[in-house]
């Protein structure tokens, strides 16, 4: 317990606070901005700013707790601030959805991209603090906040968990039709009378532009995160890999004894469900990581 709690005191760095911190204020900031632009009463716009800033806050709370503690989801542990630069994006594109009509809002493929850049916690809390800050901008009915809402949750918890295999098809045909639904009960719901094709084109070009969204997401995301490190296993795992090469020239016994334990360890691995790649990978190269100098170099 002592020990988890020295761990946990080393990764709370200041500058991570003090980077929170000024988003908050920018962001709070741009609040302010929409409200003069918008014209609002001195007295909303200082509630706006307010409530921005301590929603910014409260959220890098949060996300600080889920990396100390490490909770965060894929590679994320390894870079603290792709979430923030990723808010950061989806903030910018949520004040110019101020101008844009409520069931126009592409807010899914944002709650899609907080979540695979952090954890479910900070995705639904981060999605829903800037779907609720552009609510109040834009003042707009509360039916398509939780209509964005229902559909970004859902989405969170489909995209929780990405393996290898990829296989985003269903969640990502199951996300737009809900959305597609929540949007068009909505638009049912505030006109009150029939639907005509006019009242569903609104609906309709933000299902296709947030699929769009989503679909650039993942692939953007595939190639950074889910296969970045198997692109890079096998590269190092080709046995005319010019490191191995050099074992080979520099002891020909050490390169067969390599090949040989990453052919009996592809083996054990298939047999016992283990990721084989990984391990040999550590087979080719455990001869050299014996050695500091060439560790070093490479």
Not at 192 to 205: A, C, E, H, N, S
Not at 263 to 286: I, N, P, Q, T, W
Request: glycine share 4%.
């Amino acid at each position: 317990m002592e020990k988890r709690q020295e761990v946990r005191e080393i990764r709370i760095d200041p500058k991570k606070i003090i980077a929170e911190i000024i988003i908050a204020l920018v962001y709070s900031a741009l609040t302010a901005l929409i409200g003069i632009i918008k014209d609002f009463d001195i007295v909303i716009t200082v509630r706006n700013c307010i409530i921005s800033c301590a929603l910014v806050l409260t959220l890098g709370h949060m996300y600080r707790q889920e990396y100390i503690y490490e909770d965060l989801q894929y590679s994320n542990m390894r870079h603290y601030y792709r979430f923030w630069v990723c808010f950061a994006i989806c903030g910018a594109v949520s004040f110019v959805l101020v101008f844009v009509p409520p069931l126009g809002w592409p807010f899914l493929g944002m709650f899609v991209g907080l979540c695979l850049f952090s954890d479910s916690l900070c995705a639904c809390a981060g999605g829903t603090m800037l779907l609720f800050v552009t609510a109040l901008n834009a003042g707009c009915d509360m039916t398509v906040v939780a209509a964005y809402l229902i559909a970004g949750c859902l989405a969170v918890s489909l995209y929780k968990h990405i393996d290898e295999t990829f296989k985003v098809y269903i969640p990502t045909v199951l996300t737009l039709v809900c959305l597609s639904l929540l949007l068009l009960a909505v638009s049912f719901i505030q006109l009150k009378r029939t639907l005509t094709f006019t009242d569903v084109v609104i609906p309709g070009i933000n299902v296709v532009v947030t699929g769009l969204l989503v679909i650039w997401i993942l692939r953007m995301f595939s190639g950074r995160v889910v296969f970045c490190d198997r692109d890079r296993l096998l590269e190092l795992n080709d046995t005319e890999n010019p490191l191995l090469m050099e074992l080979k020239n520099t002891s020909q016994r050490a390169y067969y004894i390599s090949i040989h334990t990453a052919y009996f360890c592809e083996r054990v691995a298939m047999a016992c469900g283990l990721d084989s790649d990984v391990l040999k990978c550590a087979a080719y190269y455990h001869k050299l990581a014996k050695d500091t100098s060439f560790m070093e170099e490479n």
